[in-house]
């Protein structure tokens, strides 16, 4: 998470450095917005930019000006995300030892300097007692499950192996934990609850008080047993009775990988979708069904191939004929919910948790900014201390679309790009090849095996061919790296830049997101750019492939090129779609998670 202050004198320059969805994508960013800011924006002045070294005042800007660039920027790709720093500092339990300054990646974890993030989360499907009536709320196993899991985190801390001693000073000396929620929409939907109803803002605020109650009284229980946080005494807690175990105890985190693991939604989201179709082998597809929809479709009467196609398809149930209103009500998804629903959850649970709470506030495609605008100043009015919005649709490459929408989209692309494309006069000629080459091979390993890639020149001494073998894999690998290698030559042949070439394999990310091996390398085609770079690198130190081999054997093996950004769509690890939410990228399918 990069976070900035927004009376950073180069505010303006970090809330644009998003706007190319191609840069700067290993990292979320938001803007840390303060009391007398949201005071200027209500009142349309002026505040001051500080030297962050000195806190001495350097200039002023409207604030209107910056709030809107934030939210237009927020309208156009869903960076930057918000957080109100002065409420996170107002909660900071520990403020004699230091100020909050940021958080991690998805903005549920305020943290000092070095401080590491400790979290775990109930799942609050399996509190669910089914009765005559339906199913009730399970208050004892609640209970029994918090007291269980304060207990548990505190143990993380003292069991967890630290990579550097600061951070372990820090962490033990506060012994923050961060116990929340997932599966709070399934828990809605087991209670015959919608999501956008004041029932589950109630049931919300019921859950989460009674969580962090117990949380505390945990806390309080270990701190008998084992001792206070060592930074308890000049904190919050001091001189207020019984002292805890730790300095926090509650926080709602996406749970983008462990809602995975245990089958439920993940954190206090609802719904994303009900059904959708996932691309295998081949071309083959295959229906994904909730399985609480399908449940409720076979109980209710109305489960057909045919239809569970048609709701993929729409993405939602109110245009699906044939599904009754009763289960229409309670089977909301992400879209089907206003802004105001979302954020009016999030405040719920922000109520009782003490840490902040990680949540994607969802917007149609055609919202506008005055929307976002609105969504902030809501958030900031009901006590949310961060707030994260994505438009559907505003990204260049759309995580998850809906069936027909996707298609539809795509269409109309195509029509625009057809309307809008030159005349050709004439094509690129790729120039012949001959009956002899001359060439040098590379071999790196990747993820699939040991790659070996022969790059050719031409009688001129330009790079003109490149052919690749892949050790014993075989198959697709084999044949994605011919292709490949076929549409690589043809680009060098046609006139194409070699290092142009370069640029738009680098950085390509297969299953391996952080790279394999010394060079890191992140796919076939990843590898094939690094060994390019090589090629060039070495031509530009000996002049010609047949240099001697001490000259080959002293060339560095990497050059000045470092892997870019890989670009976000298609899960990396099993290729099927990817949700966005809370400013990260999950598979629902194979347990990716873009965050860790």
């Not at 295959?286 to 709701?311: C, H, I, Q, T, W």
């Not at 790009?417 to 091979?441: D, L, N, S, Y």
């Amino acid at each position: 998470m990069g976070i900035l202050r927004v009376d950073h004198p180069d505010i303006m320059n970090f809330i644009t450095c998003k706007e190319d969805n191609s840069k700067l994508n290993n990292f979320n960013i938001s803007v840390s917005l303060t009391e007398e800011f949201m005071k200027a924006v209500e009142e349309d002045g002026e505040f001051e930019l500080k030297n962050p070294r000195d806190w001495k005042p350097v200039g002023t800007l409207r604030a209107r000006e910056v709030f809107d660039k934030i939210v237009k920027m927020a309208w156009k790709n869903g960076d930057p995300g918000i957080i109100y720093i002065d409420s996170m500092n107002a909660d900071n339990p520990t403020p004699h030892v230091g100020q909050i300054e940021s958080t991690n990646p998805c903005g549920e974890q305020p943290l000092l300097p070095y401080e590491s993030c400790n979290l775990g989360s109930i799942n609050l499907s399996r509190m669910v007692v089914k009765t005559a009536e339906g199913g009730e709320f399970d208050w004892a196993r609640l209970e029994e499950t918090v007291k269980k899991s304060v207990h548990f985190l505190d143990n993380v801390i003292e069991m967890n192996k630290y990579p550097i001693e600061q951070i372990e000073k820090v962490t033990k000396s506060n012994r923050k934990i961060g116990l929340g929620v997932m599966g709070f929409a399934d828990l809605l939907i087991r209670l015959g609850i919608p999501y956008n109803s004041e029932e589950a803002i109630s049931l919300a605020e019921e859950i989460m008080s009674f969580i962090q109650k117990k949380g505390r009284q945990a806390s309080r229980d270990l701190a008998t047993e084992r001792g206070t946080f060592p930074n308890f005494k000049g904190s919050i807690y001091d001189g207020k009775g019984k002292p805890p175990r730790n300095a926090t105890v509650t926080t709602i985190a996406p749970t983008g990988t462990i809602s995975i693991i245990a089958g439920c939604s993940s954190g206090i989201e609802p719904l994303f979708a009900l059904a959708f179709t996932r691309n295998v082998m081949e071309g083959t597809e295959l229906l994904e069904v909730n399985p609480l929809f399908e449940e409720a479709a076979r109980e209710m009467g109305f489960d057909s191939p045919e239809l569970m196609k048609e709701v993929a398809q729409k993405g939602t149930l109110h245009d699906v004929e044939g599904i009754p209103d009763e289960a229409k009500r309670v089977f909301v998804t992400a879209h089907d919910i206003s802004p105001e629903w979302h954020i009016k959850m999030q405040a719920a649970f922000q109520k009782y948790t003490d840490n902040a709470v990680s949540k994607t506030v969802n917007f149609p495609n055609e919202a506008t900014e005055d929307d976002v605008a609105s969504a902030y100043l809501l958030a900031y009015k009901l006590g949310c201390k961060g707030i994260t919005v994505y438009r559907d649709g505003s990204r260049d490459v759309q995580v998850l679309t809906k069936g027909s929408e996707k298609q539809a989209k795509a269409e109309v692309a195509a029509e625009a790009r057809a309307e809008q494309a030159p005349a050709i006069e004439h094509a690129a000629r790729p120039k012949p090849r001959g009956e002899v080459a001359f060439g040098i091979t590379r071999k790196i390993k990747t993820g699939c095996g040991n790659l070996y890639i022969t790059i050719n020149e031409d009688e001129e001494g330009r790079p003109f061919e490149i052919f690749t073998q892949i050790g014993k894999a075989g198959g697709c690998v084999a044949s994605q790296c011919e292709a490949m290698g076929r549409m690589t030559s043809l680009a060098l042949r046609s006139g194409v830049e070699p290092h142009e070439i370069v640029k738009q394999m680098r950085g390509i990310s297969c299953h391996l997101p952080v790279g394999f091996g010394a060079g890191r390398v992140m796919s076939c085609a990843d590898a094939m750019a690094q060994a390019m770079d090589w090629y060039l690198g070495y031509k530009r130190q000996t002049g010609c492939i047949t240099a001697d081999r001490d000259a080959l054997s002293t060339l560095p093996k990497q050059f000045t090129m470092g892997p870019e950004v890989f670009k976000r769509g298609a899960c990396p690890d099993c290729g099927s779609a990817v949700e966005h939410a809370d400013g990260c990228l999950v598979c629902r399918g194979c347990g990716y998670s873009e965050c860790g």
